[in-house]
Every structure is written in structure tokens, then in C-alpha cells.
């Protein structure tokens, strides 16, 4: 009984609270015991009521003793629910996933988060492994937990990714176990902190210097291989001028010109990629660039694809950058090819006339690029115009095909619908302003050809010795005297032993000294001489007269003359 008593009125007292019949009857008991035991009830008696008293504090001691075991029992039991009801409440307020695995890997618990990120599948209940870990890493995720279960130790901090629907997140996790009473472990609970949007930051900066690398080696290789196609392009012509079409060299000489001209095509691409490629919006024709674009990319996409072209009559004019225009519909079409695995169709489709829609009263023109591919899901195409975001696999896309074609729309005042869905082929619709009252950007004006009189001098400075013999035959061809200079220095040295020069032509980039400084130091004592400029590269800031490598003979002739003869022998389109 004093053990009774001690476990009401400490136990009480630990809790903050006592039962008083417990304590009374406690009290009671024992004075009765004492009682008992001092012989009140006489030497060596022991009355059956007084048997009887005892037997009914023991009785209603042990009543009050089970109720009172009972009730707290039922307060344990409310505790333990509002002590899960606020678990559940922190977990469902943090912003990061909070996960319960039962002991064979199924989900008892996952929060608010976790079943926002992995909408629309079902979460609890379902195998965590097996439905949400990527298979890349299940098997890497699978032994971790195994032998958490096993040995009861999980590391401290782990990464894996979990994915729904296509969409991936990669989470940092922290795991501990959870016991039994006896100590058995019963499952796991973990927390998981978002690292996808740092994760994509660390790749968008990681891929940021290797496309600044690449840009950079672009556009070295693209001036490197403008030097080679100016000789290339330049000498198919002038053999081409003097052959017959019966000529039986003359159709593959005329397929080494068309495959220069294409060359030159892709590496005025390559410029505009490395950003070495000024953007000038002009008044353009969208018929003829798809028209121009086309003739590259059937060389590009598979044969088992379908290219189809449906322009509009009468096409209006838009106003924008041609490369940007180009590069627009290049990277929409092979886009479009990539999205087909087997045999399928391509087409694109011009129209005019189209409102905006928003009370401005303007138009615009469309360009539609439909294709029969795989087809884009509702997530993805809110996502797809994003920079670095790609569904391809790794080191097939850099994400920024899309990325850049939208920027170059909205450049160009217009803007990009998709319509598509998956199995069912995606269409992007381009509109683009239309350039009210302008015309296209008139082809230069020819100058005739007819030999200049009195044989102007002509001072040709180029370090590439092909170019430069191109260059120099061309125009002595014309009647031009050419003084050749492999450098700034040697021209400088060639312009000190002759009085009269009618014009500087000169590579923008040579070593020891660029085609500007030239320029500069010869008009220190010649302060009208005309200089044109010419490179693989071309350049922000205005320099003077450009002409952009490659070049044929013809338009070196052509610029030369203009700038000799200003005015006096313009003869357009002749």
C-alpha cells in the first residue's frame, strides 16, 4: 500500500495533478493496516469486520487504481493523436517533401509538397521506389535503404531525384528510422530539400562557357573557312565565265559553285550563333526566305521525312533581321524533324492578313511549321520556350534552339503559338508584324564592268595568299594596275614608292597591324584615299566600306568599281 501511495500522490504531483479518492482511500488503507498492526483490534484478534473494511479498501483501491489506469491511458491515447495531428500540421506547412516508408518500401505519409510535385499520380500507398525513384538511380537508392533497414544507420544527407508525369526534381534527402516499442525498426521518414532550380543554375553556368567557347571557336572557324571559300566561290566563277554549258567539266564545276554558295550560307550561320554577326532589321520577304532556307534544309533532315512548302500569294512584307529570320525557320524545321522517329512530314505553310486580335488594328504575317511527331504534353509546353530547357537526351540539345527563336520574335514585335499533343504531331505558329507600304531591300546596283580608263591603281593588302591572288586577278582582269601587300607594314612600305593610289582594298584582320590602322596611317598623308574592308568576320561598331568574305570576283569588281566611279557607271540590274 505504500507503494500505492506513492505512485498517487508522486505520480500526481509529477503530472500536476492527484485523484483525490485515490489519495483518501490510499490514506485510509493504511491507517487501517497501522491499526491492524498495533493491535487496536485487539491482541492476536483480527474481527471479521474489521476483515471485512480491509477487503473493501483493497477492492475499491484497486477500482479507482484500474479507472484511474484506464483514464490515462485514454489521455496517453488523445495525446498521441494531437501529437500526430500537429506532426502532420508541420509537415504539411514546410516547404520541402516530407515522406513515411513502412518497412517493405510503401508510402504511409507523404505531405502537401510532395503530392503537389507529384501530381497526378498517386502517392500514398504505392511502392516509393519502384513509382517514383528514376530507374537511372533506383538501384544506387534501393541499397541505401536496404541497408538502413538492416543495420538501422542511414547516411546523414543523401541526393537522389524523384519524378511524375515526365517531370523531374532532384531533392537532397535526410532520412532517420522509426522504431517500435521494442525497438524494431518499422520504417523510415524522410525530409527533402529542392535542389532542381540550383541544380539547373550550376548546368545553365556550366553550359554557358562551353557555349561561349564554342561561340568563340565558331567564329574563328567561320573567318578561317570564309578565306578558303572566297578562293573556292571566286575561281568556280571565273572558270564558269569562260566555259560553254556543253563544256563536260562545266556541270561539276557548277556543283562546286552551288556547294560554296551553300557553304557560305552556313557560315554566315555560324556567325550569327557566335554573335559575331550584326542584327539589322530591314523590310524582308518571308516567301523568299523559306524559299532560300528550304534548298539547305532538305540536305539536312532524314529522306524518310516529307518536306512540303505551301507560301501564300501575294505575300506581305514583315520587317526583321534576314539572319535572324533564317535562323528562325532553320532551327523550327529541324526541330520538327527531331520530334520524328520514323517516316513522317514536315510542312510549312505561309499566310497574310492576319489581325492581332487586340483593337490595335494592326496585321501580321504567319509562318506554320507542323510536323507529325511525337507530339508535346501540356507541361512541357509551358516550358519549352525556356532557355536550356530540353526534353532531349543528354548531349543531344542544348535548350536554347527554341530559347532563341523566341527572342528573335519577340524582336521582331511578334510572338509564338504551339498547338499540339502527344501522338498527335505539334504546329508552331509565328506571327510577325507586317511592313506596311515597304518593298524588299533592293538587290545593289550593278556597275558595269567596262575597263576604267588610265588603269587606276589599286593597293590590295590580304595575309592570305590564295585570297589575295584571287583577289588581284580579278581586278587586273578588269584593267585595274593591283600592288599586292602580304601585310599592314608591306603595304605601308608599297604606298611610300607610288604617288597616286585610287583605293585601298584591305583584310580587316591581318597580323602586325589590322586593316584599319592601315587605313589610318595612310590617310596621314593621303586624307582622301577610299578604303573598302573586307573579312570573314563582321564587326559592331562601322568601319567604312565592308564587304563580307566570301566573296566572288564578280562582287569584288562590282564594289571597286562603285567606289572609283560613283555615280558615273551605275547601270541598275546591268
Same mark, same amino acid.
Given at each position: 500500500?505504500?507503494?500505492?501511495?506513492?505512485?498517487?500522490?508522486?505520480?500526481?504531483?509529477?503530472?500536476?495533478?492527484?485523484?483525490?479518492?485515490? =489519495?483518501?482511500?490510499?490514506?485510509?488503507?493504511?491507517?487501517?493496516?497501522?491499526?491492524?498492526?498495533?493491535?487496536?483490534?485487539?491482541?492476536?484478534?483480527?474481527?471479521?469486520?474489521?476483515?471485512?473494511?480491509?477487503?473493501?479498501?483493497?477492492?475499491?483501491?484497486?477500482?479507482?487504481?484500474?479507472?484511474?489506469?484506464?483514464?490515462?491511458?485514454?489521455?496517453?491515447? !488523445?495525446?498521441?493523436?494531437?501529437?500526430?495531428?500537429?506532426?502532420?500540421?508541420?509537415?504539411?506547412?514546410?516547404?520541402?517533401?516530407? =515522406?513515411?516508408?513502412?518497412?517493405?518500401?510503401? =508510402?504511409?505519409?507523404?505531405?502537401?509538397?510532395?503530392?503537389?510535385?507529384?501530381?497526378?499520380?498517386?502517392?500514398?500507398?504505392?511502392?516509393?521506389?519502384?513509382?517514383?525513384?528514376?530507374?537511372?538511380?533506383?538501384? !544506387?537508392?534501393?541499397?541505401?535503404?536496404?541497408?538502413?533497414?538492416?543495420?538501422?544507420?542511414?547516411?546523414?544527407?543523401?541526393?537522389?531525384?524523384?519524378?511524375?508525369?515526365?517531370?523531374?526534381?532532384?531533392?537532397?534527402?535526410?532520412?532517420?528510422?522509426?522504431?517500435?516499442?521494442?525497438?524494431?525498426?518499422?520504417?523510415?521518414?524522410?525530409?527533402?530539400?529542392?535542389?532542381?532550380?540550383?541544380?539547373?543554375?550550376?548546368?545553365?553556368?556550366?553550359?554557358?562557357?562551353?557555349?561561349?567557347?564554342?561561340?568563340?571557336?565558331?567564329?574563328?572557324?567561320?573567318?578561317?573557312?570564309?578565306?578558303?571559300?572566297?578562293?573556292?566561290?571566286?575561281?568556280?566563277?571565273?572558270?564558269?565565265?569562260?566555259?560553254?554549258?556543253?563544256?563536260?567539266?562545266y556541270d561539276g564545276l557548277k556543283s562546286i559553285?552551288?556547294?560554296?554558295?551553300?557553304?557560305?550560307?552556313?557560315?554566315?550561320?555560324?556567325?550569327?550563333?557566335?554573335?559575331?554577326?550584326?542584327?539589322?532589321?530591314?523590310?524582308?520577304?518571308?516567301?523568299?526566305?523559306?524559299?532560300?532556307?528550304?534548298?539547305?534544309?532538305?540536305?539536312?533532315?532524314?529522306?524518310?521525312?516529307?518536306?512540303?512548302?505551301?507560301l501564300a500569294p501575294n505575300m506581305a512584307m514583315?520587317?526583321?533581321?534576314?539572319?535572324?529570320?533564317?535562323?528562325?525557320?532553320?532551327?523550327?524545321?529541324?526541330?520538327?524533324?527531331?520530334?520524328?522517329?520514323?517516316?513522317?512530314?514536315?510542312?510549312?505553310?505561309?499566310?497574310?492578313?492576319?489581325?492581332?486580335?487586340?483593337?490595335?488594328?494592326?496585321?501580321?504575317?504567319?509562318?506554320?511549321?507542323?510536323?507529325?511527331?511525337?507530339?508535346?504534353?501540356?507541361?512541357?509546353?509551358?516550358?519549352?520556350?525556356?532557355?536550356?530547357?530540353?526534353?532531349?537526351?543528354?548531349?543531344?540539345?542544348?535548350?536554347?534552339?527554341?530559347?532563341?527563336?523566341?527572342?528573335?520574335?519577340? !524582336?521582331?514585335?511578334?510572338?509564338?503559338?504551339?498547338?499540339?499533343?502527344?501522338?498527335?504531331?505539334?504546329?508552331?505558329?509565328?506571327?510577325?508584324?507586317?511592313?506596311?507600304?515597304?518593298?524588299?531591300?533592293?538587290?545593289?546596283? !550593278?556597275?558595269?564592268?567596262?575597263?576604267?580608263?588610265?588603269?587606276?591603281?589599286?593597293?590590295?593588302?590580304?595575309?592570305?595568299?590564295?585570297?589575295?591572288?584571287?583577289?588581284?586577278?580579278?581586278?587586273?582582269?578588269?584593267?585595274?594596275?593591283?600592288?599586292?601587300?602580304?601585310?599592314?607594314?608591306?603595304?605601308?612600305?608599297?604606298?611610300?614608292?607610288?604617288?597616286?593610289?585610287?583605293?585601298?582594298?584591305?583584310?580587316?584582320?591581318?597580323?602586325?597591324?589590322?586593316?584599319?590602322?592601315?587605313?589610318?596611317?595612310?590617310?596621314?598623308?593621303?586624307?582622301?584615299?577610299?578604303?573598302?574592308?573586307?573579312?570573314?568576320?563582321?564587326?559592331?561598331?562601322?568601319?567604312?566600306?565592308?564587304?563580307?568574305?566570301?566573296?566572288?570576283?564578280?562582287?569584288?569588281?562590282?564594289?571597286?568599281?562603285?567606289?572609283?566611279?560613283?555615280?558615273?557607271?551605275?547601270?541598275?540590274?546591268?
Amino acid at each position: 500500500m505504500f507503494f500505492a501511495y506513492r505512485l498517487a500522490v508522486k505520480g500526481g504531483r509529477d503530472v500536476g495533478r492527484a485523484r483525490p479518492e485515490l =489519495v483518501v482511500l490510499t490514506a485510509l488503507y493504511g491507517c487501517h493496516n497501522l491499526l491492524l498492526g498495533a493491535g487496536f483490534y485487539g491482541p492476536g484478534t483480527y474481527p471479521i469486520w474489521a476483515a471485512t473494511v480491509g477487503i473493501l479498501f483493497q477492492f475499491s483501491l484497486t477500482l479507482v487504481l484500474a479507472w484511474d489506469t484506464v483514464d490515462r491511458a485514454a489521455e496517453a491515447s !488523445q495525446e498521441a493523436r494531437e501529437f500526430g495531428r500537429r506532426f502532420q500540421s508541420l509537415m504539411q506547412s514546410v516547404g520541402m517533401a516530407g =515522406v513515411i516508408l513502412d518497412r517493405s518500401g510503401r =508510402v504511409e505519409f507523404c505531405n502537401g509538397w510532395l503530392e503537389e510535385a507529384l501530381q497526378p499520380a498517386e502517392v500514398t500507398g504505392m511502392p516509393w521506389l519502384e513509382t517514383f525513384v528514376p530507374r537511372k538511380e533506383r538501384e !544506387q537508392v534501393r541499397a541505401m535503404y536496404e541497408a538502413g533497414f538492416e543495420t538501422g544507420r542511414w547516411p546523414a544527407i543523401c541526393e537522389y531525384s524523384i519524378v511524375s508525369g515526365g517531370r523531374e526534381l532532384n531533392l537532397q534527402w535526410y532520412h532517420t528510422m522509426l522504431r517500435n516499442r521494442s525497438g524494431d525498426i518499422v520504417g523510415a521518414a524522410g525530409l527533402g530539400v529542392d535542389l532542381s532550380q540550383q541544380r539547373l543554375l550550376e548546368k545553365q553556368a556550366s553550359q554557358s562557357q562551353r557555349l561561349e567557347t564554342l561561340g568563340r571557336m565558331a567564329g574563328g572557324v567561320a573567318h578561317d573557312f570564309n578565306n578558303h571559300l572566297t578562293v573556292i566561290n571566286g575561281f568556280a566563277e571565273m572558270l564558269l565565265r569562260d566555259l560553254q554549258p556543253d563544256d563536260p567539266i562545266y556541270d561539276g564545276l557548277k556543283s562546286i559553285h552551288k556547294s560554296g554558295e551553300l557553304a557560305a550560307t552556313l557560315t554566315a550561320q555560324l556567325l550569327t550563333f557566335s554573335r559575331r554577326r550584326k542584327v539589322t532589321p530591314v523590310p524582308i520577304s518571308l516567301n523568299e526566305t523559306v524559299t532560300n532556307t528550304a534548298r539547305i534544309l532538305r540536305r539536312m533532315i532524314r529522306e524518310d521525312i516529307e518536306f512540303a512548302i505551301d507560301l501564300a500569294p501575294n505575300m506581305a512584307m514583315t520587317y526583321a533581321d534576314p539572319g535572324q529570320l533564317d535562323h528562325v525557320v532553320m532551327n523550327l524545321v529541324l526541330n520538327a524533324a527531331d520530334a520524328i522517329s520514323g517516316p513522317g512530314r514536315i510542312r510549312i505553310v505561309t499566310r497574310t492578313g492576319i489581325s492581332s486580335g487586340d483593337g490595335s488594328g494592326r496585321d501580321f504575317i504567319e509562318l506554320v511549321v507542323a510536323d507529325t511527331g511525337m507530339g508535346i504534353d501540356e507541361w512541357t509546353r509551358r516550358r519549352i520556350f525556356e532557355p536550356f530547357f530540353t526534353t532531349k537526351a543528354e548531349g543531344k540539345g542544348t535548350g536554347l534552339g527554341l530559347a532563341s527563336v523566341h527572342g528573335a520574335v519577340a !524582336q521582331a514585335g511578334g510572338w509564338i503559338e504551339v498547338c499540339s499533343e502527344p501522338g498527335k504531331g505539334a504546329a508552331f505558329s509565328v506571327y510577325l508584324p507586317r511592313a506596311e507600304g515597304q518593298t524588299p531591300v533592293p538587290v545593289e546596283a !550593278q556597275v558595269s564592268l567596262a575597263p576604267p580608263a588610265g588603269r587606276p591603281v589599286i593597293l590590295l593588302a590580304e595575309d592570305q595568299e590564295a585570297v589575295r591572288a584571287l583577289s588581284a586577278l580579278a581586278l587586273q582582269q578588269q584593267g585595274y594596275e593591283v600592288l599586292q601587300a602580304a601585310s599592314g607594314i608591306e603595304a605601308l612600305r608599297i604606298a611610300s614608292t607610288v604617288l597616286e593610289i585610287a583605293l585601298l582594298v584591305t583584310d580587316v584582320v591581318m597580323p602586325g597591324m589590322p586593316g584599319d590602322e592601315l587605313a589610318r596611317r595612310l590617310r596621314e598623308t593621303r586624307p582622301e584615299l577610299p578604303a573598302l574592308f573586307v573579312s570573314g568576320h563582321t564587326f559592331e561598331h562601322q568601319i567604312g566600306e565592308f564587304l563580307a568574305k566570301p566573296y566572288t570576283a564578280d562582287q569584288l569588281c562590282q564594289r571597286v568599281a562603285q567606289m572609283i566611279l560613283p555615280g558615273s557607271r551605275m547601270a541598275a540590274g546591268g
